[in-house]
């Protein structure tokens, strides 16, 4: 059984970790354990069957963070990898709670029940594997790599509040061009997180721009809309489709700058080619 075990692969993240949700499939059986221990009016065995579906559960909820939270490791090209192994975490619960289930309820030797509960870590690592470990920061020079880190991650803070103030803007005109400025803010993110050199260049729009955004619609959410006298709306107005034309020009920015810098590195190395 063992040999027909397909190793973890990482590039199949997405999958294992919707495949993840049928372990839920194993509470099942513990569930319905559990009633019929109380409909017996066993008290022990209802207690060590409640044992068993809570640790189940819990290494069920803990290997689903540790799946979400891989995949966001895996599409991510400048991060740290996860702290907490949940994953890692979650195999070795599996294996306490197959030793526990064996010794318990099969009544095996205790040389056994390690034995089984070591296996279900090892099937688990094979199939699933265990949480990243390696940090996934290039050398950026100058710039401090926790730097660009917690300045991405204060930008998306940000960006998840404007998100969460546009779904209660009434205003179709006012919701829709935020709600376009924030698609275009997520691509200019998305290319700075791709390439974190680009944060000199864009500082200015981590630091203005989205914090600039964030204060309107915080302000605006604030207030009743029908109490925003008309000029206020006018001047808001104005100011999105302003925005709209600031954001397309950062992305042609970043755009121009990866351009210049292929062209550096494409200078580079003919000069290098010609030395040889």
Not at 186 to 212: S, T
Not at 239 to 267: A, G, P, S, T
């Amino acid at each position: 059984m063992m040999a027909k075990t397909k190793h973890y692969n990482p590039s199949m993240a997405q999958m294992k970790a919707k495949r993840g949700i049928l372990l839920y499939l194993f509470l099942i059986p513990l569930f319905i354990a559990v009633i019929l221990a109380l409909l017996q009016m066993d008290i022990k065995l209802f207690l060590l069957n409640s044992l068993m579906f809570g640790l189940f559960f819990l290494l069920l909820k803990l290997s689903t963070i540790g799946f979400k939270q891989e995949l966001e490791y895996q599409n991510t090209t400048f991060t740290k990898a996860p702290k907490v192994p949940y994953k890692t975490i979650s195999a070795f619960l599996l294996g306490v709670a197959t030793f526990l289930s064996a010794i318990l309820f099969t009544e095996k030797t205790l040389t056994a029940s390690l034995f089984l509960g070591a296996i279900s870590v090892l099937g688990y690592y094979l199939y699933y594997g265990f949480d990243p470990k390696e940090d996934k920061l290039e050398n950026l020079g100058d710039i401090s790599a926790e730097f660009v880190l917690e300045t991405l991650s204060e930008a998306k803070t940000k960006l998840l509040n404007i998100e969460n103030h546009i779904d209660k803007i009434e205003d179709t005109f006012l919701h829709q061009k935020l709600n376009i400025a924030l698609q275009k803010a997520k691509k200019i993110l998305e290319v700075i997180q791709n390439d974190p050199k680009d944060i000199r260049v864009a500082r200015k729009f981590l630091i203005v721009y989205i914090d600039g955004v964030a204060k309107v619609t915080d302000s605006y959410v604030a207030m009743d809309e029908v109490d925003i006298m008309s000029d206020t709306k006018e001047k808001l107005y104005a100011l999105m489709e302003d925005l709209d034309i600031r954001f397309d020009k950062e992305l042609q920015r970043l755009k121009n700058n990866n351009q210049f810098d292929l062209d550096v590195h494409i200078d580079v190395l003919k000069e290098q080619i010609k030395d040889i």
